[in-house]
Every structure is written in structure tokens, then in C-alpha cells.
């Protein structure tokens, strides 16, 4: 079992950053791909970014360039560090852990899921 636990959302305005953690209680973290996903109101849960176990990333296209996953084992924490944030960046942001080895974009390949984070970017 892995809970998680995300922080760090918050109001801030367009083209701001903001840096969300999920920490992840349980055992063996390493041993887990995570990955981010957000939703906005009326609107499907999607993919954000991934980090595998070994660190290799991946992102959704809208997203490349301006966030960044990361992750640190010893604190059994992932990141997401998010830059010149847009008004289609608001939403729910949920942290998500699978014990699968690989890079996950659906939502039925997590396992595991935080309570969510909110983030709203103003313009």
C-alpha cells in the first residue's frame, strides 16, 4: 500500500510557477513509476507527466518545456515544478504511483492516487 499526499497548489497569475510535491508513505518508493495528472472542471481527468523508476521522464505536449517532474527517493517525494503557467494549466492536480516499470499516460495504469492539489492560474 502507498499513501500520497500532494501540497503545494495555490492562485497565482499567468505566466507565474508553482511547485507541487506528493509524498508517498509506504515502502519501497523506488520501487514505483509516478506520475501527475490534472482535471478541470467538467472535464476528463488527464495526463500531465511521468517519471519511471530509473528517472527518465515524459510529458504531455502541452506541457514540454514548461514543467518538469522530478523525484527524490531519499524523501519519498515527486515533484512538479511548473513554469510560465497558463489559464488552461487550472485544474485538480492529482499525484498517482504504479508498481509497474514504465512510462504511463492513462489513469487506469496508476494503482495508487493522491486527495489532489488545486491550482488556479489567473489572466
Known amino acids: 500500500q502507498v499513501q500520497l499526499v500532494e501540497s503545494g497548489g495555490g492562485l497565482v497569475q499567468a505566466g507565474g510557477s508553482l511547485r507541487l510535491s506528493c509524498a508517498a508513505s509506504?515502502?519501497?518508493?523506488?520501487?514505483?513509476?509516478m506520475g501527475w495528472f490534472r482535471q478541470a472542471p467538467g472535464k476528463e481527468r488527464e495526463f500531465v507527466a511521468t517519471?519511471?523508476?530509473?528517472?527518465?521522464?515524459y510529458y504531455t505536449n502541452s506541457v514540454r518545456g514548461r514543467f518538469t517532474i522530478s523525484r527524490d527517493n531519499a524523501k519519498n517525494t515527486v515533484y512538479l515544478q511548473m513554469n510560465m503557467l497558463k489559464s488552461d494549466d487550472t485544474g485538480l492536480y492529482y499525484c498517482?504511483?504504479?508498481?509497474?516499470?514504465?512510462?504511463?499516460?492513462?489513469?487506469?495504469?496508476?494503482?495508487?492516487w493522491g486527495q489532489g492539489t488545486q491550482v488556479t492560474v489567473s489572466s
Open positions: 498517482a504511483a504504479t508498481a509497474r516499470d514504465g512510462y504511463f499516460t492513462r489513469p487506469t495504469s496508476y494503482d495508487y
Open positions: 509506504g515502502r519501497a518508493f523506488n520501487n514505483y513509476a
Open positions: 517519471i519511471g523508476r530509473s528517472g527518465g521522464t
